[in-house]
């Protein structure tokens, strides 16, 4: 029986995804990961089979489905074996494209949503700066309006999809006013006046995270995305779902690795200590699991679940480190045993408690949810 919110369809999707990912994308996840690139074509694979595009209304290219299919999608990516796959298709579906289907025109939304729905544009979501990470107020990449549109100057820091990306979704400052006025959004395309620089990272090897600088870039008028100078809002519309799709993806990943970590001991006899540690792991999961299912269920509702979805983001994302690290020392006991996957889980599942908001950032809109 499917665990409420989903359902027997989603059973029927989760199925077919999970086939998919393991007959299609998990063979290619060690080679992908020794190139710390997958290809773009990926892309077009996920979009032949519509996963580009749950959400999105059949209007736009989309599947008409609504924001558990992509909750699906995002379980299932755990099992691909590449925390750098699954963070590069996540980027373009979960944080990229989601801000021009509720925010754009309907020519913004034929020109990236549909192209990227079809797998023919790759999209990256540009926020972050050298100097402003947690606190957006503090962006200083500056959009100058000029006749017909802006120019663009500045520089942005560790964008998934940054190399590879079609076009970036970019906070820019518009006005000198402080704090988060002045924000805005523009869309900006891969060209002139767009350097980008790959950056080496701990994990997530197959994603392409990078180094944006752009130099006097041209923007036209018609790529502001939202209103102008309200971009704040557009940020803050996106980061629940952002963060459940965090939780999701490291409960499922969590599982792939307790799973694996089982395969690997099932055949020799395990002592307590080992049996009580893996209890503890299976433990652990299902708390986070438990609490990502009623945030999402929640947020599924309507409710308003800000306190449910920052605790599953919290509670998952360190927990995410700490059991893959566990499993590594349950497995690494034993000499000769094929450690490299759960090695990956350990460097991939550092990402959690930074990206999306980091632990102290959560912990900080839990205390203001508690009036503190
Ligand atoms: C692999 C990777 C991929 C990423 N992908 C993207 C992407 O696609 N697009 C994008 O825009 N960004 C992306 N990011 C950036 C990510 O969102 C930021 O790293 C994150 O928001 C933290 O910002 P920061 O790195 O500047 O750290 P900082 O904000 O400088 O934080 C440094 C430390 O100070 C703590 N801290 C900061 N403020 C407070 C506070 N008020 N109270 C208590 N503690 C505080 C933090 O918790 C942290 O421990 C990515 C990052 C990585 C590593």
Same mark, same amino acid.
């Given at each position: 029986m499917p665990i409420p919110p989903f359902t027997a369809s989603h059973d029927g999707l989760r199925r077919e995804i999970r086939e998919f990912i393991r007959s299609e994308v998990r063979p290619h996840a060690d080679e992908w990961e020794r190139d710390r690139w997958f290809p773009d074509e990926l892309f077009g694979w996920f979009a032949q089979r519509g996963y580009l595009g749950l959400k999105y209304p059949r209007s736009h %290219?989309? $599947?008409?489905?609504?924001?558990l299919d992509d909750a699906v999608l995002a379980e299932e990516l $755990?099992?691909? +074996?590449s925390g750098g796959v699954a963070a590069g298709i996540g980027a373009h579906i %979960? !944080? $990229?494209?989601p801000p021009i289907w509720k925010f754009g025109s309907d020519q913004q939304k034929r020109d990236y949503l549909e192209p990227a729905i079809r797998g023919e544009r790759i999209a990256a979501l540009a926020i972050t700066e050298p100097d402003a990470g /947690?606190?957006? +107020? /503090? !962006?200083?990449?500056f959009a100058r309006e000029v006749d017909g549109g802006f120019l663009v100057n500045g520089a942005k820091l560790y964008i998934t999809n940054g190399v590879r990306a079609d076009f970036l979704v970019t906070a820019v400052k518009t /006005? &000198?006013?402080? &704090?988060?006025?002045g924000l805005s959004f523009l869309i900006i395309e891969r060209g002139q006046g767009v350097r980008s620089t790959k950056l080496d990272k701990? &994990?997530?090897?197959a994603s392409d995270t990078a180094e944006i600088a752009f130099e006097d870039a041209e923007v036209p +008028?018609?790529?502001?995305?939202?209103?102008r100078d309200r971009g704040f809002y557009l940020i803050m519309a996106n980061f629940q779902w952002e963060r459940l799709l965090m939780a999701l993806g490291s409960v499922a990943g969590m599982q792939a690795g307790f799973e694996l970590t089982l395969e690997l001991v099932g055949s020799r006899s395990v002592g307590q200590t080992t049996r009580h540690a893996l209890a503890e792991v299976a433990t652990t999961i299902e708390v986070g699991r438990a609490l990502t299912y009623h945030a999402l269920r929640l947020f599924h509702a309507g409710i308003d679940a800000v306190a449910e979805v920052t605790m599953a983001k919290l509670a998952t994302q360190r927990a995410a480190c700490d059991t893959a690290a566990r499993c590594l020392e349950i497995v690494g006991l034993?000499? &000769?045993?094929?450690t490299h996957l759960l090695e990956r889980h350990l460097r991939d599942a550092r990402l959690g408690p930074i990206g999306g908001g980091t632990d102290e950032i959560m912990k900080e809109i839990l205390g203001k949810t508690l009036g503190l």
């Open positions: %290219g989309g $599947a008409g489905g609504d924001y $755990a099992g691909c +074996a %979960g !944080i $990229a494209t /947690s606190d957006v +107020a /503090s !962006i200083r990449t /006005s &000198g006013e402080g &704090g988060h006025h701990l &994990g997530w090897h +008028a018609e790529n502001l995305l939202g209103e034993d000499p &000769g045993t094929d």
